[in-house]
């Protein structure tokens, strides 16, 4: 099963990819993280991708694609995967058809513009396992330490607030028009976002044993 996860940054597209990946046994595959690695690793991508990623940019298409074509393409991709943050715009979606790579349903997780910047501004993220918390939502149990795996816990440098804004400003132009081009595929299963993380994993479960 190959999936596509839609919605603004801090949707929770990341958190339930983990639960939605436990529990079918696929693969989460996301291009922010791969990012950010290759950033940590000051790799060729990570140092061409900083200034698009630290500004709250899209990273340049070619550049994204690439990593994804080389990550999918790998063994443990073959039982399924959720794509969490690619497609971002029209042409990466169109590039994916191209792959002749098959998506069973695009999942959009949707949550208003406000509850958006409240969940960034307050998520902090293990450094290590890439886990994501909140401040409120999903408190951590030890200060500073990840609850899943005990790494260090840090705010993401594009969770400051003026980054937000741009990022969604970001998602609004060129992310939002892959509804209507998933609509028209017959892929697009809606889900709205709740307060309760576990309430949205109920959702998404509804949503994608509708489209299998
Ligand atoms: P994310 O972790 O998905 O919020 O992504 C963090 C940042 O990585 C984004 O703000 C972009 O700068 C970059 N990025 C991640 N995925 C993509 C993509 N598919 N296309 C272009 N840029 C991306």
Same mark, same amino acid.
């Given at each position: 099963m190959n999936l596509i996860f839609l919605g603004a940054p801090g949707a929770g597209k990341g958190t339930q990819s983990e639960k939605v990946c +436990?529990?079918?046994?696929?693969?989460? *595959?996301?291009? &922010?993280?791969?990012l950010r690695e290759a950033m940590k690793n000051n790799t060729p991508s990570g140092i061409k991708a900083k200034s698009y990623m630290e500004s709250g940019d899209l990273v340049p298409d070619e550049l994204v694609i690439g990593i994804l074509k080389d990550r999918i393409a790998r063994p443990d991709a073959e039982n399924g995967f959720i794509l969490d943050g690619f497609p971002r715009n029209v042409s990466q979606a169109e590039a994916l058809l191209k792959i002749g790579v098959n998506i069973d349903a695009v999942?959009?997780? $949707?949550?208003?513009?406000? +509850?958006?910047?409240?969940?960034?501004? &307050?998520?902090?993220?293990?450094?290590?396992?890439?886990? $994501?918390?909140? #401040?409120i939502y999903r408190p951590l149990k030890i200060e500073g330490k990840c609850n899943i795996c005990g790494g260090k816990v840090i705010q993401r440098d594009d969770d400051e607030p003026e #980054?937000?804004?741009?990022?969604?400003? #970001?998602?609004? +132009?060129? #992310?939002?028009?892959?509804?209507?081009?998933?609509?028209?595929? &017959?892929?697009?299963?809606?889900? *709205?976002?709740?307060k309760e993380i576990s309430q949205t994993t109920s959702l998404i479960f509804e949503a994608i044993e509708e489209m299998a």
């Amino acid at each position: 099963m190959n999936l596509i996860f839609l919605g603004a940054p801090g949707a929770g597209k990341g958190t339930q990819s983990e639960k939605v990946c +436990e529990k079918y046994k696929i693969l989460p *595959i996301s291009t &922010g993280s791969m990012l950010r690695e290759a950033m940590k690793n000051n790799t060729p991508s990570g140092i061409k991708a900083k200034s698009y990623m630290e500004s709250g940019d899209l990273v340049p298409d070619e550049l994204v694609i690439g990593i994804l074509k080389d990550r999918i393409a790998r063994p443990d991709a073959e039982n399924g995967f959720i794509l969490d943050g690619f497609p971002r715009n029209v042409s990466q979606a169109e590039a994916l058809l191209k792959i002749g790579v098959n998506i069973d349903a695009v999942i959009n997780i $949707s949550v208003p513009d406000e +509850e958006i910047i409240d969940r960034l501004v &307050g998520r902090r993220m293990c450094e290590k396992c890439g886990a $994501s918390f909140h #401040t409120i939502y999903r408190p951590l149990k030890i200060e500073g330490k990840c609850n899943i795996c005990g790494g260090k816990v840090i705010q993401r440098d594009d969770d400051e607030p003026e #980054t937000v804004l741009k990022r969604l400003k #970001t998602y609004h +132009e060129k #992310t939002q028009p892959l509804i209507d081009f998933y609509e028209q595929l &017959g892929k697009l299963k809606i889900v *709205i976002g709740q307060k309760e993380i576990s309430q949205t994993t109920s959702l998404i479960f509804e949503a994608i044993e509708e489209m299998a």
